[in-house]
């Protein structure tokens, strides 16, 4: 739980901490960490509403973004999803996988944006800025549930083209430590696509050394 003036669950953060320990229990096989994931999915799977949807039950402020409680996240709904098929996989239970299908529903309405026709996904549904690792997480969701959703997969490839038309304005304007991250996404992209075409788009910007 997160003080926001009074302690309360942040369904963002329990999703990061839930796939932050699954990733530990796949390095070391160790059962706890797969415990600890698995009580992350539990929360999720309990706490998701008829509309797909983690609620926030808190006010948030960052910069010039402000949120009343009761607002939703799309990064939220891209790491709960990337959680939820991972304990699907492990467990076969089915109340994962239909938490995950049914977290689906908020990216195709309200929390998909459209910035010059191309489909936005970030943390806060504000447009006021948009952030690249973002929504690269919530690209990772897709991806993850595609398996068991066509729908899914066809909002996966329209975010790629997202990428091929927004990459260099976010890579104008990031600075070293996020500019690490981007990195590491786009290299996990590029191996779940296993095609040169993104590579090449980012060596015409000489972003990163993809090799």
């Known amino acids: 739980m997160v003080n926001y003036n009074g302690y309360k669950y942040n369904p963002l953060l329990i999703a990061e901490w839930g796939l932050q320990n699954y990733s ?9 960490y797969l415990k600890r994931a698995k009580n992350a999915a539990e929360f999720l799977a309990n706490n998701i509403n008829d509309n797909g949807l983690w609620v926030n039950d808190f006010d948030y402020k960052e910069s010039n973004i402000s949120m ?4 939703a996240s799309s990064l939220t709904q891209g790491l709960g999803i ?3 098929v991972r304990m699907y996989n492990e467990t076969q239970d089915e109340k994962y ?3 995950a299908k049914l977290a689906l529903a908020p990216l195709r309405g309200e929390l998909k944006e459209s910035l010059n026709g191309f489909p936005m996904f970030d943390m806060f549904n504000t447009r006021t800025k948009y952030t690249f690792s973002s929504f690269m997480f919530v690209l990772f969701g897709l991806y993850d549930i595609s398996e068991y959703d066509d729908s899914a997969k066809e909002m996966f490839y329209e975010g790629v083209e ?6 260099p304005k976010f890579y104008g304007t990031t600075d070293k430590f996020y500019k690490s991250i981007h990195d590491a996404q786009i290299r996990a992209l590029c191996s779940i696509l296993d095609v040169d075409s993104i590579d090449e788009y ?5 972003v990163i050394d993809i090799e």
């Open 82 to 84: 990337s959680l939820l």
């Open 68 to 71: 009343k409680r009761g607002w």
């Open 97 to 99: 996988l239909n938490a």
């Open 24 to 32: 530990y229990y796949k390095r070391s096989q160790n059962g706890e």
């Open 202 to 206: 980012l060596d015409d910007f000489e």
């Open 162 to 167: 997202t990428l091929r038309y927004l990459m």
